[in-house]
């Protein structure tokens, strides 16, 4: 199993950034994508981006292309979403997850992390 905890959600204001950061620890060696992922309020939750774990080959949701990147440090088995120029629209609950080798979806998902953007 990979665990995984999300941190740096917060309150910004509509133009500001903030940067989520993903810990994961146990099975680490079995991951191939890392992915994060949002949930609006009363919405289904959407894909943001991922990262290829070994290679570092991204991959946006056109809402966040040219404002969020994804970026990996495996060393470190962290994953960062940097988010610019945010917008009231990218108001969610942040969750990241994990993709393993051997599997066909995303099977590991961290508690989330609660983003707001404010006008």
């Known amino acids: 199993q990979v665990q995984l905890v999300e941190s740096g959600g917060g309150l910004v204001q509509a133009g500001g950034a903030l940067r989520l950061t993903c810990q994961a620890s146990g099975r680490t060696v079995d991951i191939y994508k890392m992915g994060w992922f949002r949930q609006a309020p009363g919405k289904e939750r959407d894909f943001v981006a991922s990262v290829i774990w070994s290679g570092g080959s991204t991959d946006y949701a056109d809402p966040v292309k040219g404002r969020f990147s994804i970026s990996r440090d495996s060393g470190r088995l962290t994953v960062l979403l940097q988010m610019n120029n945010l917008s009231v629209e990218d108001t969610a609950i942040y969750s990241c997850?994990?993709?393993?080798?051997?599997?066909?979806?995303?099977?590991?998902w961290g508690q989330g992390t609660q983003v707001t953007v404010s006008s």
């Open positions: 997850a994990a993709y393993r080798y051997g599997t066909s979806a995303y099977g590991s």
